[in-house]
């Protein structure tokens, strides 16, 4: 019975770093699909100094360590008077990663969309953001979506950097009951099925969304 209320308190601190990292992945993959079709884009702009910018974001969040992006913005950005809590500094450091690799995914996607949709829209007389609205961002985005799958996945694993700013995600927890307990392999089990529950669901959402896309754009060619 003690090792049933022991584990049963083991659950709880796992269920209240699921529920953390589940709030990181929300927020931080709202932040990263923000960042990836402002930044992917623009790569795409026809000025040059846009397509610099964003190449500049782009290539930092890329070439550096989200470690150091992390403990820049929570231990740095204060010296510059901006203070971030924890998880704030967590969100901001995984979304501009995440949406630095989205910014790719973008870019290749609305490419890979054939000249003759381009053409299309010129002969209809419509303007460059009508067409990019209308036709081509909804043909790209069914083309994406598989990629933006995996980067939400990935950006749900890199949640657990978010620890070592004393974030209470799995990670962090699953240290706590270590650390407690002594024990190794039931924290990190229990961590392992939990982290391998939510990137289902997420992957199940990415697919519902793409039979979605898809039957809306087959409609529309029809």
Known sequence: MQNLDATLGYGQFILSGALATVELTIFSCALALL????????????????????????????????????????????????????????????????GAYGAEVVRAGIQAIGRDQTEATIALNLTRWQAMRWVILPQAVVVMLPSFGNLAIEIMK??????????????FQAQMVRSQ????????????????????????????L??????????VGA
């Open 35 to 98: 960042m990836a079709f402002l930044a992917g884009l623009a790569l795409l702009s026809r000025y040059f100094r846009v397509r610099g910018l964003a190449r500049i974001y782009v290539e930092f969040f890329r070439g550096t360590s989200i470690f150091v992006q992390l403990f820049a913005a929570y231990f740095v950005l204060p010296l510059a008077g901006i203070s971030l809590s924890p998880v704030q500094a967590g969100v901001l450091a995984i979304g501009l990663n995440g």
């Open 158 to 171: 890199s949640t657990a950097v978010a620890s070592l700013v004393t974030v209470s995600e799995l990670t």
């Open 181 to 208: 307990t002594g024990g190794t392999a039931m924290p990190f089990l229990l961590i392992l099925v939990t982290y391998l529950v939510i990137a289902s669901v997420l992957m199940t959402l990415v697919r519902w």
């Open 210 to 219: 793409e039979r979605r896309f898809s039957r809306g754009i087959a409609a």
